[in-house]
């Protein structure tokens, strides 16, 4: 009884865990990307930033997610890449800044990142068909 009892908490455990570990996630496939915009820039010894300017249906679907979830943790995937990002609440938008002007523009950008995920973004933002997916 003790055993059977053992089971099913750790069944439920790992149930609950796993919903827990569920985050919306974003993925930026190449089609997404204009590949000529992606820019490389070196901050210091090992930190690096990727620049690259969304096609008009990149920013509208990343325009969209970013509504849905603002305020939330977010994982963000570029092929092999991931990062767990928190999107801002609408509210804290820059003065000035609107959805016109970001569909204008469709700028966007990972700072921070170590050279080899700068290259493994490099990669995604560039390479055509579909990301690999982790599970």
């Known amino acids: 009884?003790?055993?059977?009892?053992?089971?099913?908490?750790?069944?439920?455990?790992?149930?609950?865990?796993?919903?827990?570990l569920t985050l919306p996630t974003r993925r930026i496939l190449s089609e997404d990307v204009e590949h000529d915009s992606v820019r490389t820039v070196r901050f210091t010894t090992n930190s690096f930033a990727v620049r690259f300017t969304y096609t008009?249906?990149?920013?509208?679907?990343?325009?969209?997610?970013?509504?849905?979830?603002?305020?939330?943790?977010v994982l963000l995937q570029v092929g092999v890449f991931e990062?767990?990002?928190?999107?801002?609440?609408?509210?804290?938008r820059p003065a000035g800044w609107t959805?016109?002007?970001?569909?204008?523009?469709?700028?966007d950008k990972f700072f921070d990142v170590s050279e080899d995920d700068a290259k493994k973004i490099?990669?995604?933002?560039?390479?055509?068909?579909?990301?690999l997916l982790t599970i």
Request: glycine letters at 10%.
């Open 122 to 131: 490099v990669e995604g933002l560039k390479k055509k068909g579909r990301p």
């Open 56 to 73: 008009e249906a990149g920013a509208k679907k990343m325009l969209a997610f970013r509504r849905e979830h603002a305020g939330h943790d």
């Open 83 to 92: 990062r767990l990002v928190r999107i801002a609440p609408l509210d804290t």
């Open 1 to 20: 009884m003790r055993s059977l009892f053992t089971l099913l908490w750790i069944v439920t455990a790992i149930g609950c865990l796993s919903q827990e």
């Open 99 to 107: 959805e016109e002007g970001y569909l204008k523009h469709r700028g």
